[in-house]
């Protein structure tokens, strides 16, 4: 695979690459050229991912920076809280890591959001790098500098704004990854066709075979796209004063669904429900037909994703919902959409529609 790089940039407020290669031989160079090299380097892993890659990025590193040393907590949403920050600038502080330091946040969007959130905030913010391993990560999480933690089973609670300097992706990763996780990413991927992308979403459809067979160049080539589209949106929104709330499609009546189910469903596997009760919603306003309600829920299907949810009740999922963070004014701002692929942020939905969107993917 040639390496590819794709800029992630605005006016001078932030500027990096993402780097799309097949290994972790080019990493050193990437660091050198954003001017990163001669750092200390803290590189942050959890359990899981560190025994798979820790060593070779730490290899990959050495030649460029001034010394490594590595955080490593427990794999899963559950380590994604202020306690695993508070153990995070423990280590930093007991390494005398001053503002010159680096954070290089290896793994899932767990450890990349939590990674992000400790570098904005550990001497009111530092450097850091991001280096995803899971195929949600790559598309979405590494890109576009939301981070942030979990408070009290309330989703991303406490959070910043803070962008990565890089973003170094060793697509061969993916080979290790769990097909549940895998879906995972695929809710993503489809979320973002579904926002603005209706060909991405219908090609994605076509090579169905080949993505989950994991082709390196047709997951290249599906991982850059979705990082076309999230770098310019944020590039044009970066703090979601507007267009950047349609990536949160399927995520608000996601979110409720991840809290309720105490994390046990996967992010992905959340989204792609959230994705049907949008879709739902969309349809009773006229804005889908029933065909292609059908399509996006036989795409998710097609690759592993639960459609329906059983052991929730309408009314507590409703509740919260209502309790997302993204409210205004007291009223919900819902992605709903026009047509597949093209969204629009709508702060009408009423309860009676997020109801009757809920009630499609409650299973009793
Ligand atoms: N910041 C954002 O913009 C943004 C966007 C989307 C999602 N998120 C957040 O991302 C999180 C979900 O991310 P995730 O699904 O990557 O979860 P994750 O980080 O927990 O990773 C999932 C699992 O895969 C394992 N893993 C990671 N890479 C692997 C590899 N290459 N081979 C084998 N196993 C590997 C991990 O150890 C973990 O058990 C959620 O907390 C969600 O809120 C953030
Ligand atoms: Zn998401």
């Known amino acids: 695979m040639n390496s590819k790089i794709l800029f992630v940039k605005r006016n001078g407020d932030f500027h990096y690459p993402i780097c799309f290669e097949s290994d972790f031989s080019a990493l050193a160079k990437a660091l050198k050229e954003e001017g990163l090299s001669g750092r200390r380097i803290c590189l942050v892993a959890d359990d899981t991912v560190a025994s798979l890659y820790l060593d070779a990025v730490f290899r990959a590193m ?28 423990t280590v930093l502080i007991e390494h005398g890591m001053d503002r010159q330091g680096l954070l290089a946040a290896l793994g899932g969007g767990v450890t990349g959001d939590l990674t992000g959130f400790a570098a904005a905030t550990y001497l009111r913010g530092i450097d850091f790098i991001q280096i995803p391993t899971t195929l949600l990560a790559q598309v979405d999480s590494s890109v576009g500098g939301k981070t ?35 879906a995972c990413g695929m809710g993503e ?46 590039e044009r929104d970066p703090k979601e004063k507007g267009e950047r709330a349609l990536l949160n499609l399927g995520h608000t009546i996601g979110h ?6 105490n994390f046990e469903l996967l992010h992905g596997q959340c989204v792609a429900l959230g994705l049907i009760a949008s879709a739902e919603i969309s349809r009773l306003r006229g804005y889908l037909t029933d065909q292609e309600v059908g399509e996006i829920r036989q795409a998710l299907e097609s690759f592993r994703l639960p459609v329906s949810v059983s052991g929730l009740d309408e009314e ?22 026009k047509k597949p692929g093209s969204s629009f942020i709508d702060p009408t939905v009423t309860d009676r529609e997020l109801r009757q969107g809920i009630r499609a993917v409650l299973r009793a």
């Open 62 to 89: 050495a030649p460029v920076c001034q010394d490594i040393f590595s955080f490593t907590f427990p794999a899963g949403e559950a380590s994604k809280n202020l306690d695993t920050v508070q153990d995070l600038y």
């Open 148 to 182: 942030g933690v979990d408070f009290r089973g309330y989703k991303n609670m406490a959070g910043a704004f803070w962008q990565p300097r890089l973003v170094y992706m060793n697509l061969s990763v993916l080979s290790t990854l769990s097909e549940e996780q895998f």
């Open 189 to 234: 991927v489809l979320k973002t066709g579904l926002i603005c992308d209706i060909a991405f979403f219908q090609g994605v459809c076509a090579r169905h075979q080949a993505v989950q067979e994991r082709d390196p160049l047709v997951m290249a080539e599906l991982i850059r796209r979705c990082c076309e589209i999230k770098a310019g949106i944020v």
């Open 256 to 261: 409720a669904i991840e809290k309720l189910k």
């Open 316 to 337: 507590t999922v409703l509740q919260a919902t209502r309790k997302d963070k993204k409210m205004k004014d007291g009223q919900i701002r819902f992605i709903l959409m």
